[in-house]
């Protein structure tokens, strides 16, 4: 669908999700700073990892990732290949989820 064959009210629905991707984008970069401060304060164990703040309840997680040596990653690149085969042949049973959209702002 070209740009100027949109009709009015289509104009108008995407105009309103790029504002509100503006303020979502700009609201997430607020949290974001205040939660690098809330990590800083645990950090430096002046506050507890989980805790209550007018009912709401706050847990900072850090999650462990692995690095796996030389024979395990064959052993996973074996199997996404057999994946990709199974998928390929029809043996693999698709399942299809919800659309979701995906909608960047531009770059500066």
């Known amino acids: 669908m070209a740009d100027q064959a949109q009709a009015p009210d289509v104009e108008e629905l995407l105009a309103e999700i790029v ?3 503006t303020i979502v984008a700009d609201t997430q970069e607020q949290l974001t700073e205040h939660l690098d401060r809330l990590t800083a304060l645990v950090d430096e ?18 999650p462990t990732t692995y690095d796996y040596p030389g024979e395990v990653q064959e052993i ?3 199997f996404k290949t057999a994946k990709k085969t199974a998928e390929a042949n029809g043996t693999a049973t698709a399942k299809v989820g919800a659309p979701f959209w995906t909608i960047k702002r531009p770059k500066p």
């Not at 507890?48 to 706050?58: G, I, P, T, V």
């Open 76 to 78: 996973e690149q074996i």
């Open 45 to 62: 164990a002046e506050i507890d990892q989980s805790f209550k703040f007018n009912d709401w309840s706050f847990s900072c997680q850090t």
């Open 19 to 21: 504002q509100l991707k």
